[in-house]
């Protein structure tokens, strides 16, 4: 049974570095064909993808989030992590990681972790 | 970027009755969209993906239809456990939701 667990921080300080990761049980990252997304919800509000990444360290990212995320992944820990920079509270949100199905026509995501609040506040 | 609109934003429907759901894209997306049910405190789950595809355990009463621009995700009759917020997707982008509420 697919597992995705997100851990890190709950409290960030405004201008610093949001850091997550998520352990995967049930699959190995390094020998699968599928990608592995963050996705992000904010209090009360809707649902927004922010990059995937396949075993290989290839990425893709949220345009208007570019420039502040990295997303890395560990396949000897089984491991993806997320990476923001200089947070505001408008970063403030429920961080999901997600098993992606990424191909060049068409991607969905067909396993969720239960997600992890990270607020940012001084 | 495709915008994605979901309309109702509220929908109330009695147990038992019908839902409709609607997804508009800005432009098409042919059927290549995704469906997916959230309730409260929970993380979002994948109904339906190609237009038309149930996910493996989403109850039959759950469809999908549509292609192009214009989506439709029905519950034929509504079980206590339908009453969630869902989502449509293509590629990196959501829909803002509908809320299915009781009536």
């Known amino acids: 049974q697919l597992q995705l667990q997100e851990s890190g921080p709950g409290l960030v300080k405004p201008s610093e570095t949001l850091s997550l990761t998520c352990t995967v049980s049930?699959?190995?990252?390094?020998?699968?064909?599928?990608?592995w997304a963050w996705i992000r919800q904010p209090p009360g509000k809707g649902l927004e993808w922010i990059g995937n990444?396949?075993?290989?360290?290839?990425?893709y990212y949220k345009p208007s989030l570019e420039s502040r995320v990295t997303m890395s992944v560990d396949t000897s820990r089984n491991q993806v992590s997320l990476k923001l920079r200089s947070v505001t509270a408008a970063d403030t949100a429920v961080y999901y990681c997600?098993?992606?199905?990424?191909?060049?026509?068409?991607?969905?995501?067909?396993?969720w972790g239960q997600g992890t609040l990270v607020t940012v506040s001084s | 970027e495709i915008v994605m609109t979901q309309s109702p934003v509220t929908l109330s429907v009695s147990p038992g009755e019908r839902a409709t759901l609607s997804c508009r894209a800005s432009?098409?997306?042919?059927?290549?969209l995704a469906w997916y049910q959230q309730k409260p405190g929970q993380a979002p789950r994948l109904l339906i993906h190609g237009g038309t595809t149930r996910a493996a355990g989403t109850p039959a009463r759950f469809s999908g239809s549509g292609s192009g621009t214009e989506f439709t995700l029905t519950i034929s009759s509504l079980q206590s456990e339908d009453f969630a917020v869902y989502y449509c997707q293509f590629g990196s982008t959501f829909g803002g939701g509908s809320k299915v509420e009781i009536k």
């Open positions: 049930g699959d190995s990252i390094g020998s699968s064909d599928y990608y």
């Open positions: 990444i396949f075993h290989t360290g290839s990425t």
């Open positions: 997600a098993r992606s199905v990424d191909t060049p026509i068409e991607r969905y995501f067909d396993f």
């Open positions: 432009q098409s997306v042919s059927n290549l």
